[in-house]
């Protein structure tokens, strides 16, 4: 791993790889292969918010661990280079309850934060619907006010465990409304259902849903900050996500240049280890540059972040270059290491390829990231 870091996030380095050895590596295949429908991992996920994974960066009076960004996201690049599936767990987690953390009352931040940063209960981010992606203003999910609270209708996808949630930060138009509010959902309530979803190229230890909402009740008091601004909520809570996203692109790209350069000493092809050749040597090159760019912007985003300064755009280019970053390195490890990186049964490149790929559309698509660092640059 890169030498150039503090000490601080070298301890976190260090710790984050004995956790590694002893709770991940033993099951990441089974966990990577498991039958459909796939299960969520529950006790592993009560580990990561024993070890203080889950709320690593969130509050410490609210059971959070209360670290910077900087040392958050060095906690996600290096799960995310040990099993990105397993750190997508805790990095979901921070992205489901920042806008409690963020635009909650006190009463909202007890009564929900505890639990969620100790892994107790899980917590959902409830934007995307099947019709309303990138286009999220566009929403059709409906709250009806009435004198108990709210009643919830509309349907949701691609719901990063919103299949096995407690609750959910819903994003919905309150009726009457033109612009997002944004309420906490019970999911016990009646008429939530959610379904897992088959299938997924990767991550498939952090499982994903789909959710219809049929009358759903939620007391007033569970509306977030006010009414109107849930759009706000959502993009502020997306750019410190994307520097999450970033950090796993950082810890994937890593993985693959570390895994390369080992394979590449090793495999022996006309009569000297592949590395001695120089196409094989560039491919090394190139991943390493990428890798520590995608480190440096991704670190830089963090950095402005825990200053207070404003980071969107410094996030958008972090997130953007670093899962680029990440597929350019695992294609190239794949070709570097021939047969064995595309059968999975003898590298972990198989699951590395499928893992990465999604960094590119959760959290806003790369082309949704050039549209905000384009419209920064160049003016509207
Ligand atoms: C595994 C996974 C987990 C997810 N987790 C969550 C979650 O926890 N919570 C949640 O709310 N959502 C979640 N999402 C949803 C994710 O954020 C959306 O998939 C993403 O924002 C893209 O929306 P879409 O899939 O509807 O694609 P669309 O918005 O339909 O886009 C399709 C294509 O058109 C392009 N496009 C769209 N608009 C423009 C434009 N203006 N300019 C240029 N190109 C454009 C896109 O970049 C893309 O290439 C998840 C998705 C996946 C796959």
Same mark, same amino acid.
């Given at each position: ?15 984050? /790889? ?54 958050? !996201? ?13 750190? #997508?767990? @805790?990095?979901?987690?921070? #992205? ?10 006190? $009463?909202?931040? /007890? ?11 899980? &917590? ?29 209708? +509309? ?17 919905? /138009? =309150? ?8 309420? =906490? ?5 009646? %008429?939530? $259902? ?24 939620? &007391? ?8 109107? *601004? %849930?759009? *706000? ?21 890593? *993985? ?14 006309? %009569? @000297? ?34 200053? +207070? ?10 997130? #953007? ?14 070709? !570097? ?6 059968? +999975?049964?003898?590298?972990? !490149? ?13 959290? +806003?698509?790369?082309?949704?990231? *050039? ?10």
């Amino acid at each position: 791993m890169n030498k150039n870091v503090d000490e601080r996030q070298q301890a976190i380095r260090d710790e984050v /790889k004995a956790f590694a050895e002893k709770e991940m590596y033993p099951i990441s295949r089974e966990l990577d292969e498991m039958p459909e429908p796939r299960k969520f991992p529950r006790e592993l996920y009560r580990k990561l918010g024993d070890a203080g994974y889950i709320g690593f960066v969130m509050p410490s009076e609210y059971e959070g661990q209360g670290k910077s960004s900087l040392e958050y !996201i060095t906690s996600v690049e290096e799960l995310c280079y040990h099993d990105a599936a397993i750190g #997508l767990l @805790a990095a979901v987690a921070e #992205l489901a309850t920042h806008p409690i953390i963020h635009f909650g009352n006190d $009463e909202q931040k /007890k009564k929900y934060v505890p639990d969620c940063a100790m892994g107790r209960r899980i &917590p959902a981010f409830v934007l995307t619907e099947p019709n309303a992606g990138s286009d999220a203003a566009s929403l059709t999910t409906t709250a009806v006010e009435t004198d108990d609270g709210y009643v919830i209708n +509309g349907e949701k996808t691609f719901i990063m465990h919103g299949d096995v949630a407690d609750l959910g930060v819903v994003f919905c /138009k =309150i009726e009457g409304k033109p612009k997002l509010s944004a309420i =906490i959902v019970e999911t016990d309530q009646p %008429g939530w $259902e959610a379904r897992t979803l088959r299938n997924k190229m990767g991550m498939r230890a952090a499982t994903t849903g789909h959710i219809l909402l049929k009358d759903v009740k939620a &007391p007033k008091e569970n509306l977030l900050g006010e009414v109107g *601004r %849930g759009f *706000r909520y959502a993009m502020s809570t997306l750019d410190s996500a994307r520097v999450g996203v970033a950090a796993q692109g950082v810890g994937i790209a890593q *993985r693959a240049l570390d895994e390369s350069i080992a394979y590449a000493k090793k495999r022996i092809a006309f %009569g @000297a280890p592949i590395a001695k050749l120089q196409a094989i040597q560039w491919m090394i090159a190139d991943m390493a540059v990428r890798t520590e760019a995608a480190r440096a912007l991704t670190y830089k985003a963090a950095m402005m972040q825990d200053r +207070g300064e404003k980071f969107s755009v410094e996030a958008a280019m972090a997130k #953007l270059y670093a899962s680029e970053a990440a597929n350019f390195c695992v294609d190239r490890a794949m070709q !570097i290491h021939g047969g064995y990186g595309f059968i +999975g049964e003898f590298t972990q !490149i198989e699951k590395l390829y499928r893992d990465q790929r999604v960094l590119e559309i959760y959290e +806003g698509t790369s082309e949704v990231q *050039r549209l905000v660092i384009a419209g920064n640059v160049i003016g509207r």
